[in-house]
């Protein structure tokens, strides 16, 4: 019944930006925390970037001063916006969020994913 819908992914060149959404639906109370995660081909999944429901942020290495991760509650809406991208952002970006789906139980969800990709 919960879900979570990515959008935004694309083909980009080296040095360009893309915006990447999620959308959550379904019925619960509130959404405690969301993130974005990547998976290169042959790689791990790996943690991009975190929000918390108050705006606290958690943000990878690799990710520090390039993306902002950003929230609108009213929307239940995750964004991730990706600037200066390098050919190593090349990935499947994941949403990933833990929902209060009553006030005694919460469960983790994934998107299905979008591909993003760097290339010249």
């Known amino acids: 019944q919960v879900q979570l819908v990515e959008s935004g992914g694309g083909l980009v060149q080296p040095g360009g930006s893309l915006r990447l959404s999620c959308a959550a639906s379904?019925?619960?109370?509130?959404?405690?925390?969301m993130g974005w995660y990547r998976q290169a081909l042959g790689k791990e999944r790996e943690l991009v970037a975190e929000?918390?429901?108050?705006?606290?942020?958690i943000y990878a290495d690799s990710a520090k001063g390039r993306f902002t991760i950003s929230r609108d509650n009213a929307k239940n809406t995750v964004y991730l916006q990706m600037n200066s991208l390098k050919l190593e952002d090349t990935a499947v970006y994941y949403c990933?969020?833990?929902?209060?789906?009553?006030?005694?139980?919460?469960?983790?969800?994934w998107g299905r994913g979008t591909q993003v990709t760097v290339s010249s």
């Open positions: 379904g019925s619960f109370f509130s959404i405690n925390y």
């Open positions: 929000i918390t429901s108050g705006g606290a942020t």
């Open positions: 990933n969020a833990d929902f209060r789906i009553t006030i005694r139980r919460s469960e983790n969800h």
